[in-house]
């Protein structure tokens, strides 16, 4: 089968990767030329465990090409895939320019019976909408409709593609269900299930199952914070809670928020759409608000930390004014370096208004943050990051930070303060190791009090 995917972005570009992995012909299509160009070049412009390999592999052997003129790209396809960004607008819809525009571009060029699926996220009645604007730029093309929404994460997108718990597809009629189950008929004989429903429940169950899982990250930090307020342990709240089966571990460990391309921007696109339809959805509605409430909370929390740890290391000046902050992370996860939406971009502003410097480590992500940072001192690891600075910040659960030499490091620091934002590590462990630690939900040494006191 030949597929053509239009956006080589993080879904774009896996999702053609994966097709040509699993035996398809694919056309990777997009207009940013230094993209394509560094396809051609074997360079991947993104970073994504495993995705080089399979490009690489891929493309050696002939089923799959990189190229801007899209037009072409579609000539010849059994379904073309629009995987284009959507970003949120000011009121929270999603901006559907791009998906319009590739339809434009696309419709002349269609040979009759493809498929053209919108893989974006897109809101319900977007399928419908590509549709007109496909029949009015090109009225006598033949062509289907499908929706097939993606649940790949970042920084395991490609074994998420491959190994998905779930496909959804939305068909608009018999023969787009016949292609979007052949194209698929590897992973439904692997036992993945594959549900084929109508187009517009296929857009609304993208929304669904992100809005939940975003509910699911703000609960736990919520919890998190109670248990601060009350001297629990969130750890074992969560591993507790999520050992009933009917809610699960995933998504169940505190941080700085959700973050990410997704989450913020679907939970609004959510909210809007349920507006419309004047069908308000409450709990998104909450969820949101509970995840900024949430960041800005943890700022002031920072900001106070610190300077209860200087007050206790006999510092004279507690301000931030001029202290040397470190940031050990800038993703708004780990094994990505995508930095959309994460919470370095909210706590960064917040310590330069105060006066603090800043320097910052992240293993991906420095190119990305430094286009929209410039002014933080960027750092070639760890050790330089960290030494001579008045606190640490960890932002991003990199798994290489877990296995940091603490000890060394706080050594180097001008004072070892450290505020973990993603709960790495024992706070009875690194309080054994002289740092001040401060993490979430996590009362000091609650255990060792516990079981140590007879
Ligand atoms: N990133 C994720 O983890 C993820 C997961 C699931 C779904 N999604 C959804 O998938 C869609 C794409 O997201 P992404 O993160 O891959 O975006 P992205 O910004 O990484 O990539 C989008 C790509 O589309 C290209 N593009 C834009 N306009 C174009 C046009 N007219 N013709 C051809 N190419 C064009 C851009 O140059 C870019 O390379 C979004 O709707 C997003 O919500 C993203």
Redesign the pocket.
Known sequence: MNITV????????VTGACFAHIGLNVTC????KG?IDALNAGRIP?YEPELEEIVRASHKQGRLDFTTD?PAAVKGADAVFI????PSMADGR?DLT?VI??AR?IAPALDPETVVVV????PVGSGAYVERVLRETAPDAVFSMASN??????GC?VQDFLNPDRIVVGVGDCHARDVMTAIYAPFGQDGVPVVVTNIPTAELI?YAANAFLAAKVAYINEMANLCDAVGADVDQLSRAIGLDERIGPAFLKPGPGYG???FP??TLALTALAHEADCPVRIVEAVISSNTYHIRRLVSRIEAEFAAAWTERGYGDTKLHGKTVALLGLAFKSNTD?IRSAASLVIVPHLLRRGARIRAYDPAAMDNARALMPELDYCESEADVLAGADAALLLTEWPQFKELDWPELASSMAAPVLFDLRNLYAPSTMAEMGLAYFSLGRPAATEEALFSAR
């Open positions: 239009i956006g080589t972005g993080y879904v774009g570009l299509a997009d207009i940013d993209k993104i899209v995987a284009v960004g959507t999603p791009a525009a590739v571009t893989k974006s996220t897109v929404p993606e649940f790949l994460r970042e997108a993208k990410g391309s997704c921007k679907d995508d």
